[in-house]
């Protein structure tokens, strides 16, 4: 058990559901619409292997023109999260495009620089049934400032603060 070994297993205080970090959100440059991302606990809390120990159990929230679609139970590594707000960091110091970096089939993320924009992004959302894509899946998109993809990297990394990736980095 040498991997268990090396596990930092934080306080369970820290990560129970009432001190859960607060959601990252991402909104529309004009409040229009927004992607909403809140860690509800670590999936598998016990599980010796960093793989499963950094699932974390997550909602997800898409709100656009009226249309709001939430998926609730979906399981992320704690390291999606912490690549999604690199990526995002990069993008906003001048990287073409942003893809997706969730394993889940259910959400696909994209954010791509507007071209007519340098301080303006256009973020396109789906969240479908755990599992699947469908074309019944509620699809989003909106614009969204420089300032608030920073604004959600910082939620993301909060997230993954207060669920720190255990064992490997590779998780």
């Given at each position: 058990m040498e991997d268990s070994e090396n596990l930092t297993v934080p306080s369970p205080a820290l990560e129970s559901a009432s001190?859960?970090?607060p959601p990252a959100v991402l909104a529309a440059h004009d409040g229009s619409a927004s992607f909403r991302v809140e860690a509800l606990r670590r999936a598998f809390p016990e599980a010796p292997d960093p793989w499963d120990c950094n699932r974390l159990e997550v909602g997800l929230e898409g709100r656009a023109h009226g249309i709001a679609?939430?998926?609730r139970g979906a399981l992320l590594l704690n390291s999606e999260l912490a690549t999604l707000s690199a990526q995002l960091r990069k993008l906003g110091r001048g990287s073409s495009a942003l893809e997706s970096p969730f394993g889940e089939a259910?959400?696909?993320f994209s954010v791509r620089p507007l071209p007519s924009e340098s301080?303006?992004?256009?973020v396109e959302l789906r969240l479908g049934e755990l599992?699947?894509?469908t074309e019944a899946d509620a699809r989003f998109a909106?614009?969204?400032d420089r300032s608030q993809l920073?604004?959600?990297?910082?939620g993301l990394d909060r997230i993954v603060s207060g669920f720190p990736i255990r064992g490997s980095a590779e998780a």
């Amino acid at each position: 058990m040498e991997d268990s070994e090396n596990l930092t297993v934080p306080s369970p205080a820290l990560e129970s559901a009432s001190s859960a970090p607060p959601p990252a959100v991402l909104a529309a440059h004009d409040g229009s619409a927004s992607f909403r991302v809140e860690a509800l606990r670590r999936a598998f809390p016990e599980a010796p292997d960093p793989w499963d120990c950094n699932r974390l159990e997550v909602g997800l929230e898409g709100r656009a023109h009226g249309i709001a679609a939430a998926l609730r139970g979906a399981l992320l590594l704690n390291s999606e999260l912490a690549t999604l707000s690199a990526q995002l960091r990069k993008l906003g110091r001048g990287s073409s495009a942003l893809e997706s970096p969730f394993g889940e089939a259910a959400i696909e993320f994209s954010v791509r620089p507007l071209p007519s924009e340098s301080e303006r992004f256009r973020v396109e959302l789906r969240l479908g049934e755990l599992g699947c894509r469908t074309e019944a899946d509620a699809r989003f998109a909106f614009d969204a400032d420089r300032s608030q993809l920073l604004e959600f990297a910082d939620g993301l990394d909060r997230i993954v603060s207060g669920f720190p990736i255990r064992g490997s980095a590779e998780a």
